[in-house]
């Protein structure tokens, strides 16, 4: 069964300042990986994804994620943080076939600080 | 477009009453359909799938059904809550003539709170 780990519960980044969310999966074959992102009260908005192809994925938001398959990861990276940024972010593992089962992250909360 | 609806958006019941949460897409036909739990700190877990109109899978045991009386209903349900049972759930959807996507759209969610 697949299953994905984001080692960051709570990650704060100056306004301006790079960010990077880690993310790790764990399945046998090639992975659908995904990002979402929450506000708070609100469903889940997917922010990008990779099924194959070009190992860097960019997104809405300005937001970009690179699969490395030899580190089993999905980081998700942006050069320039904005306040609006602030939101919890999940990592996803799909797996064709059957009912398209997504397995999800525990998720990172981001806070930006002016 | 597609879009998803859920209501209500928050509920608050007491231990021991009854629960129905529903679902409804439009703009599409035959969607798969996911309803998820999503409790504080621990990511989304999900609870039910529904590939077709009275076909459901429960992924984990508990206290909580799910039905799809039309192809693009989906309700959770509960005979009596606990107070496990609060939490933010989520529904989704898959489009199935875009299943190599195996992207979800998730609906707005609705909280509940059991006192």
């Known amino acids: 069964a697949q299953s994905v780990t984001q080692p960051d519960i709570h990650i704060t980044v100056s306004e301006g300042a790079s960010l990077e969310l880690r993310c790790n999966y764990s399945?046998?074959?090639?992975?659908?990986l995904f990002w979402y992102v929450q506000s708070p009260g609100q469903g889940l908005q997917l922010l990008l994804k990779?099924?194959?192809?070009?190992?860097l994925v960019q997104g809405i938001k300005g937001f970009e994620a690179e699969f490395k398959r030899s580190q089993s990861s999905f980081n998700l990276r942006k050069p320039s943080v904005h306040w609006s940024d602030a939101a919890e972010y999940f990592c996803a593992v799909g797996v064709s076939g059957g009912y398209q089962k997504v397995t999800f992250g525990t998720g990172t909360k981001l806070q930006v600080i002016p | 477009s597609q879009t998803i609806h859920q209501w209500p958006a928050t509920l608050v019941q007491p231990v021991g009453s009854p629960l129905s949460l529903e679902c409804t897409v439009e703009g599409t036909s035959n969607p798969n359909l996911y309803w998820y739990r999503q409790a504080a700190g621990r990511g989304l877990q999900l609870l039910f799938y529904s590939v077709g109109i009275g076909q459901i899978s429960s992924e984990v045991p508990q206290n909580l059904s799910a039905s799809r009386p039309q192809d693009r209903q989906f309700i959770l349900s509960s005979k009596k809550l606990l107070l496990s049972d609060s939490g933010f759930y989520l529904c989704?959807?898959?489009?199935?003539?875009?299943?190599?996507?195996?992207?979800?759209?998730f609906g707005p969610g609705t909280r509940l709170t059991v006192l």
């Open positions: 399945y046998g074959a090639t992975p659908y």
């Open positions: 990779y099924f194959s192809g070009d190992t």
């Open positions: 989704a959807w898959i489009n199935i003539e875009r299943v190599s996507d195996n992207e979800q759209f």
